[in-house]
């Protein structure tokens, strides 16, 4: 209904419509006529009868069973016939395109008031050109097909292309060179991975899962092996088509025989009898973006070591979708190879150098899943927070609970240290090598992972318990946190296990120990 058509009235007006045919009631000091809609109501109508409801201001009864997003659905704001005279609304979810104003929703540098010595002018311009993006844009794809479990719309990987988001997301380097980057708003020459790590906690904020696995997650860790490994012809090639959503391509490393054990993969790759080709046996598991890819970045055993090449989706080549906890718009498979052709020159690295090829990979793919990990955790503090201040228990907010309390502390407490970690490890990636970063950072990086997940898991169990009942339904009030406690696990099990993670880094640490330290 357009504002012209909406009428003023008293609160005491209001009143006097309190009967099964003839009902209003206010929210945040809109009038509703829901006479006719009571009945279609899906809690029923008796909900409608309590004296504090039927003629009365139902703010408080409202915001304690809905989202504020109800309102702005088309069926239910055509039930707003007015407003209280004197009075205007004042209460908002999400501003779209806008920063929060919740404590800790952001990121320190993010906040009034706050400073950080890491990100610059550019880096907030991204953020804000990311937001907008991102609201409009990905997160409206991503509620829908996160349900429905189809990949992303491909007016969403055109539309990131045309913005070059999918080259941000491989980090800084060459493939950026000559690209207007979202708008202009940052030169490739400036680009760093604090520029990165804005775009990935942008997206991140969708807080779907499976359709952010789905968004091309297979590109930020199956496309790096071909950009530091690959040959001239195969950079030529296989970068635009990636970088321009034209093709996909994904990491094919896991096995059902080993996962984080890459040194005991059984996927074999022998050559041909005239040498000019690999032929490739073997299955691959939990592959993630495996079910749409046209390229498959594979790890292999060969006759002098553990060799990864790049396979193209063709003859001997077969996928199925494997059904996991989160959506199948993530794509993840099981990929069968089966006497499969591929020329030499697919061969990225050195032969039986495969190792170093993935292991140096690892540490930008950990770094990634680190990054989108603190902003999960961000998102539930701030679901928690509003629900704490909205919600009311033996008579009192949840926010005077000392044990509601309690929890939110550790939450938010758990969240900060995450990002400090992270910023700081993103600051030692700016001013290192390539090369550098893979002899120096596996460690830490590994030991990063390992804590941000078990942070996660923590503030999901205790998320769950602060919303009750709401937090283990899939939609409404709790919907975020019903999801993130179903999907957390996947960042603790991708990109490698937490115990194996935490052991790598502490063996790194010894292995730098002084041999004369003592006690």
């Known amino acids: ?72 659905r088309p069926q239910y704001t055509r039930l707003q016939i007015g407003y209280i005279e004197g009075e205007r609304s004042v209460i908002y979810s999400r501003d779209l395109g806008k920063l929060s104003d919740v404590p800790y929703a952001e990121p320190t540098w993010l906040s009034a008031g706050y400073y950080s010595p890491y990100f610059k002018e550019s880096h907030r311009r991204l953020q804000a050109a990311m937001r907008e993006f991102v609201d409009e844009v990905i997160t409206p794809d991503a509620l829908l097909h996160e349900e429905d479990g189809k990949r992303p719309s491909a007016h969403v990987i055109k539309a990131m292309a045309e913005l070059n988001v999918h080259a941000m997301r491989i980090g800084p380097g060459k493939h950026l060179k000559g690209l207007t980057l979202m708008g ?59 970088l321009s959503g034209k093709k996909f391509i994904c990491l094919a490393i896991s096995e059902a025989f080993s996962g984080s054990d890459v040194s005991g993969l059984q996927t074999r790759a022998t050559k041909s009898s005239d040498g000019k080709y690999w032929i490739i046996n073997g299955t691959k598991k939990w592959i993630t973006n495996g079910t749409f890819a046209d390229y498959f970045t594979v790890g292999c055993k060969t006759d002098t070591g553990f060799t990864v090449i790049l396979v193209e989706r063709s003859e001997g080549v077969e996928t199925k979708p494997i059904k996991t906890s989160y959506s199948s718009s993530a794509g993840t498979a099981y990929v ?26 690892f540490n930008h793919e950990r770094w990634v899943m680190c990054a989108s990990s603190a902003r999960g955790q961000r998102l539930i503090v701030e679901e928690c927070l509003k629900w704490i201040n909205q919600r009311k228990a033996f008579g009192k907010p949840l926010s005077s609970l000392a044990v509601i309390r309690s929890k939110i502390a550790a939450m938010i407490s758990r969240t900060e240290s995450v990002q400090s970690w992270l910023e700081n490890l993103t600051m030692q990636m700016c001013n290192m090598t390539y090369k550098e970063q893979a002899q120096k950072l596996a460690g830490p990086i590994g030991l990063l992972k390992m804590y941000a997940t078990r942070c996660a898991q923590e503030t999901a169990t205790d998320a769950v318990q602060i919303f009750g009942g709401r937090g283990i339904t899939k939609t409404g009030m709790g919907q975020y946190i019903e999801h993130y406690h179903r999907t957390i696990p996947f960042d603790a099990v991708l990109g490698g296990a937490e115990d194996v993670l935490g052991d790598l880094g502490v063996r790194q640490a010894i292995r730098q120990m002084p041999k004369n330290a003592r006690l």
């Not at 009428?7 to 509703?32: M, Q």
């Open 336 to 361: 069968t190879f089966e006497n499969v052709k591929v020329p030499m020159e697919n061969t990225l690295g050195p032969e039986g150098g495969g190792i170093f090829v993935i292991l140096s990979n």
């Open 1 to 72: 209904m357009a504002s012209k058509d909406l009428k003023v009235f008293t609160r005491e007006e209001v009143a006097k419509h309190n009967k099964p045919d003839d009902l209003w009631i206010i929210v945040d000091s809109k009038v509703y006529n829901i006479t006719r809609f009571k009945d279609l109501h899906p809690g029923g109508a008796s909900v409608f009868a309590e004296e504090d409801i039927a003629g009365q201001d139902a703010t408080e009864a409202f915001y304690g069973l809905h989202r504020h997003e109800v309102l702005l």
């Open 184 to 242: 202009g708003v940052v030169s490739p020459e400036e680009f760093d991975y604090f520029h990165e790590l804005v775009c990935i906690q942008e997206i991140s904020r969708c807080g779907q899962r499976g359709y952010g696995d789905g968004l091309q997650s297979g590109a930020v860790i199956g496309l790096p092996p071909i950009m530091n490994f690959g040959s001239p012809e195969l950079k030529s090639k296989i970068i635009p088509e990636v």
